[in-house]
């Protein structure tokens, strides 16, 4: 191909010729949509770090669902706030924890919508981490033990899916045997198999008031210097039985999005977390740039990427504008 025969500026003309030739789709039924559940009622309390992000508790978080399910959003992912937290997040796997009491009355008001529930301890312990803590190290085989017991809560719940974000080693296995024993083979597992150590987790820590009190999470989350550990992380997570492969956060990993896309088979999850959200509000704000476009730019890097599906704190927000 070559210049003057070749011009693709030809195909650029107007904007029917452009999405002819357009490769991406930006999907909105491929949209996640994460919300915080928190205890009480009639509250929807916005996130310092992340405007137009709430905790809702459970009346008006399905009031919000019911918006977002008629913009197009088929299915949510839930975080829950305790009421009270201890040393080993025991409020994790009650059978009357908030994201226990979230999905049954979701499901009731919503049948059709489809309930993915995080599964980690660290918005249940008083210490923060995401699994059991003895001294200062985090006990990687017991915390096994809770994981399973909170997936299959959820599970009885009603819930349609469970992602673990702790990344303990052979979480997924043990959810997996967990979930079989009950009856429970078909609930798929979304895991977080490629969660980096990263800094843009930070307005997600204010909302879920998940912080370390002491030390971080680097000895159980990737070093963001790592890509081929993420091939290691995924091979272990797929041969456990997870049945979607996440990575998180998302834009500054694109290349590790379409990395697991090449070497796998199983669909590829990308979670665009909150530091990602929060500087694009920030800016938009600010005045600095167009939100709009920049959230629809972002959200089809991704895709292009290689991502089958995108967890967003802009889904209801995009899924309005996508349709008009
Ligand atoms: C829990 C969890 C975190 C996020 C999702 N699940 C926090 C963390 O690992 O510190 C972050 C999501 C976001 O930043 O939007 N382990």
């Known amino acids: 191909m070559m210049f003057p025969q070749y011009r693709p500026r030809r195909m650029r003309a107007n904007s029917s010729l452009r999405s002819l030739i357009s490769e991406t789709v930006l999907?909105?039924?491929?949209?996640?949509?994460?919300?915080?559940?928190?205890?009480?009622?009639g509250v929807k309390d916005q996130i310092k770090s992340m405007p137009g992000i709430h905790r809702f508790s459970i009346d008006t978080a399905i009031n919000e669902i019911k918006e977002a399910y008629d913009l197009g959003i088929k299915s949510v992912i839930l975080f829950g706030i305790p009421e009270r937290k201890d040393n080993q997040g025991s409020e994790a796997w009650s059978s009357k924890g908030i994201v226990q009491n979230a999905i049954i009355q979701i499901k009731k008001e919503l049948p059709d919508m489809i309930v993915i529930t995080d599964v980690c301890l660290c918005e249940y312990t008083s210490h923060g981490h995401?699994?059991?803590?003895?001294?200062?190290?985090?006990?990687?085989?017991?915390?096994?033990?809770?994981?399973?017991?909170?997936?299959l809560s959820h599970a009885r719940s009603g819930a349609d899916i469970v992602a673990p974000s702790d990344m303990m080693d052979g979480r997924v296995g043990a959810i997996r045997e967990a979930?079989?024993?009950?009856?429970f083979d078909h609930i798929p597992i979304m895991a977080y198999s490629v969660k980096y150590a990263s800094?843009?987790?930070?307005p997600f820590r204010d909302a879920a008031d998940c912080a370390p009190k002491k030390g971080d999470r680097s000895s159980y989350q990737m070093d963001p210097a790592n890509k081929r550990e993420a091939l290691r992380e995924a091979t272990l997570d797929l041969e456990e039985g997870a049945d979607i492969l996440m990575v998180k956060p998302a834009m500054p990993y694109l290349d590790i999005i379409h990395l697991l896309k090449q070497e796998f088979?199983?669909?590829?999850?990308?979670?665009?977390?909150?530091g990602e959200?929060?500087?694009?509000?920030?800016?938009?704000?600010?005045?600095?740039?167009?939100?709009?476009?920049?959230?629809?730019e972002s959200l089809l890097s991704i895709f292009r990427a290689g991502a089958d599906m995108i967890l967003t704190y802009f889904a209801k927000e995009i899924a309005g504008k996508v349709r008009k």
């Open 265 to 274: 088979t199983l669909p590829v999850a990308a979670y665009q977390v909150s």
């Open 277 to 296: 959200y929060a500087m694009i509000k920030a800016a938009a704000l600010n005045g600095w740039i167009d939100e709009e476009r920049v959230v629809k």
């Open 179 to 183: 979930l079989d024993e009950e009856d």
């Open 199 to 202: 800094a843009f987790y930070g």
């Open 27 to 41: 999907d909105i039924n491929k949209l996640i949509y994460p919300m915080f559940v928190a205890p009480g009622k």
């Open 130 to 151: 995401c699994g059991i803590l003895k001294g200062d190290s985090i006990q990687n085989d017991i915390t096994l033990e809770m994981l399973a017991k909170t997936a």
